[in-house]
């Protein structure tokens, strides 16, 4: 007999095997030796209350052989033959889950990457981090793997409309990702084990007869009679295919601009901006999990503890983003005069901080009513409107930070009570921070709704509210600031018929889950198109 059982333990009872069987033994009024093996389901933390919990839902093999996990199976095919050819432009995660789905349909897929080969672009990282040199081909965002690889690898969305949760999660786990990702509330691979899992991807895509293309920038394309034909690229490369799925992410601002310039329709679009927060790890252990022994007693039973914060200021959102516990605040720039800053966490999350994104909704009035300012020019009409809104803010903190990628930081408490910061903590962001008064910074619209707030988490988390944390600007690319619209139903362009827009880029997700879903579901639709 097989049998689902929730189970609620303690964490040193959830690390031992023959504890959690004692306890499935109990609840099913049955002895251990009934036990053959159990799978775990779902595991989620309850820190709550002063006693903290693991909840567990297992599936225990009573009286009968325990079977392991069963694994789906991906029907990779061998598509080198194929009449049907797909360019895929961008080879994050959208892109990269787009060809392996095209690959189950029998569609060749050609990946055309403007960055590197993922363990290529360490290189130029290290020399954005400790030299403040910035390739604008290959950094945090552009590359293969795209911004996920190399910012996190958190694997959890709010949304199990988009598509298949469990296929995605099977999928990482089919090409190296550990199989806890299964069953964990908040699953998370590391910034550490994400290049050699995205390795494997694209060797299963070249050993099925896909393509890769490196350094291939696309920096224009032929229309004709409402189709795509080719993509021109940066060497002079034309590339030709059946249809093209567009899948550059949210920071290719060329690709945007290429459109624009091309008359293809594209729509300013609302997203969030804020800085990115960094307490000491130990810090906000004790605010979730209580008194410091409560946690050390436990602290190789428990992960380094999380947060998140939603709330509603003066009708916008303000919201916690990608917090990374035991993480590091990473420089996700594209650009040489612009600052924007990023988190990402190892498997381990054994860093000695936690930092997470702190944002606020931007809505296109918001916007407007900024350039009535005269901050900035460019036309209330113009789809590039809160592109370029992005931008602003991003070359002020630039400025403000002095240059090397250096960027403006403020404590806690002096942002709130607006006093300038004689001195800063210790901070994981490699290039540096500079004390900066970020209210010369923000727009006056997002500086107030944050300090508002800060001020409404610290009544819940009080301690939270502290100098010991520090404010680093400027989070910016929470997502695109342009959408490429597509039908509802058919999802190309409306324009062009073998067009595709796809994922964080396109405006249709916002991180690594949302994003494979939107490649999966684009890839199907695509090749119901084709077929028929």
Avoid at 351 to 369: H, M, R, T, W, Y
Wanted: one cysteine or more; aromatic letters at 8%.
């Amino acid at each position: 007999m097989q049998k689902i059982i929730s189970l609620q333990l303690l964490p040193h009872e959830v690390a031992s095997e023959n504890a959690i069987i004692n306890f499935i033994a109990k609840s099913s009024g049955i002895k251990n030796n009934n036990i053959t093996g159990y799978n775990i389901l779902k595991k989620s933390i309850d820190a709550r209350s002063k006693t903290i919990w693991i909840n567990l839902v297992v599936l225990a093999f009573i009286n009968e052989p325990y079977v392991k996990r069963v694994a789906p199976e991906f029907n990779f095919k061998d598509v080198s033959q194929s009449q049907k050819k797909v360019v895929i432009i961008g080879a994050g995660p959208a892109g990269l889950f787009a060809a392996l789905q095209l690959i189950e349909l029998g569609i060749q897929p050609i990946i055309v990457e403007r960055g590197k080969e993922v363990r290529e672009r360490r290189r130029d990282l290290a020399l954005l981090n400790k030299k403040g040199v910035i390739n604008s081909e290959s950094n945090y965002c552009f590359g293969e793997g795209g911004a996920g690889t190399y910012s996190d690898g958190k694997l959890y969305t709010r949304s199990a409309k988009r598509g298949n949760i469990d296929r995605i999660l099977h999928l990482f786990v089919h090409f190296g990702a550990d199989e806890n990702i299964l069953y964990e509330a908040h699953p998370h691979i590391g910034t550490n084990k994400l290049p050699h899992i995205i390795t494997v991807m694209r060797t299963r895509i070249l050993d099925c007869g896909g393509k890769f293309y490196f350094n291939k920038k696309a920096v224009d394309c032929i229309i004709e009679n409402n189709l795509l034909k080719k993509i021109i690229t940066s060497d002079g490369d034309t590339i030709v295919a059946d249809a093209f799925i567009l899948a550059t992410g949210h920071s290719a601002r060329d690709i945007f601009l290429l459109l624009h310039k091309k008359k293809i329709l594209i729509e300013a679009k609302p997203f969030a901006l804020g800085v990115r927060i960094e307490h000491p790890q130990q810090l906000i252990n004790e605010m979730q999990y209580g008194a410091p022994n409560n946690y050390l007693l436990n602290e190789t039973l428990l992960p380094p503890a999380s947060y998140s914060f939603v709330n509603q200021v003066d009708g916008r959102g303000v919201f916690s983003f990608c917090m990374c516990p035991g993480g590091i605040i990473a420089p996700a720039a594209t650009n040489h005069n612009e600052i924007v800053v990023n988190g990402w966490s190892p498997s381990k999350r054994n860093n000695p901080f936690a930092n997470s994104g702190l944002v606020v909704q931007v809505e296109i009035e918001d916007v407007i009513k900024t350039m009535g300012n005269g901050q900035f020019a460019i036309s209330k009409d113009s789809p590039l409107m809160m592109m370029e809104f992005q931008k602003l803010i991003e070359q002020k903190s630039f400025d403000a930070g002095g240059g090397n990628f250096v960027a403006p930081a403020q404590r806690m408490i002096d942002f709130i009570e607006n006093k300038f910061s004689a001195t800063l903590p210790k901070c994981s962001y490699i290039p540096g921070i500079q004390s900066a008064a970020l209210k010369n910074i923000l727009p006056p619209f997002i500086n107030e709704r944050l300090k508002k707030a800060l001020q409404s988490f610290s009544k819940k988390m009080p301690a939270y509210f502290t100098n010991e944390a520090v404010m680093v600007a400027t989070e910016s690319r929470t997502s695109s600031p342009v959408r490429i619209p597509r039908d509802k139903f058919f999802l190309y362009h409306p324009q062009i018929k073998n067009l595709f827009p796809c994922g964080e880029g396109a405006g249709y997700a916002g991180g690594i889950v949302s994003a494979v879903m939107d490649g999966e579901k684009v890839a199907k639709q695509l090749a119901d198109v084709l077929i028929s």
